[in-house]
């Protein structure tokens, strides 16, 4: 029995040369009304710095709008997550505002980036 909420998708990232498991992303907040969702992901740490992160949010591109038919996704992480900021970008996804002091970590308040790809954007990304 899945016991996941029907928005939420969850996938494991493997990393191909080794086998070994890499970490998860999770297509979650999925609003069938409007098309759109959140991606999530999550590399362990000796996973990190190797491309794997631009990869997989390619691969939940694929399956966000080639396979769900969605028409958004969006990525939230912490303004200071560079590596994060950098692979979201490289994999297509434009910055598209700071939620400032919006996530409370370690005892503090930290900026949230929002990133954001469009259906057509995508597509025009993988025809040229």
């Known amino acids: 029995m899945n016991d996941?909420?029907?928005?939420?998708?969850?996938f494991s990232i493997e990393e191909l040369a080794t086998g070994?498991?890499?970490?998860?992303?999770?297509l979650w907040g999925v609003d069938t009304h409007n098309r759109s969702?959140?991606?999530?992901l999550a590399l362990r740490p000796g996973h990190r710095g190797r491309g794997l992160a631009v990869d997989a949010l390619r691969a939940m591109c694929e399956y966000g709008f080639?396979?769900?038919?969605l028409q958004r996704l969006q990525i939230e992480t912490l303004g200071e997550n560079a590596p994060m900021i950098g692979a979201a970008r490289r994999a297509g996804?434009?910055?598209?505002?700071?939620?400032?002091?919006?996530?409370w970590v370690y005892g503090r308040f930290?900026?949230?980036?929002?990133?954001g790809l469009l259906a057509e954007e995508?597509?025009?990304?993988?025809?040229g």
């Open 110 to 115: 930290l900026d949230e980036v929002v990133l």
């Open 37 to 40: 969702a959140h991606i999530g």
């Open 93 to 103: 996804f434009t910055p598209e505002g700071t939620l400032r002091r919006a996530a």
């Open 122 to 127: 995508w597509r025009a990304a993988q025809a």
């Open 20 to 26: 070994e498991l890499a970490g998860e992303s999770v």
């Open 4 to 10: 996941l909420p029907e928005d939420v998708d969850c």
């Open 66 to 69: 080639a396979v769900r038919g």
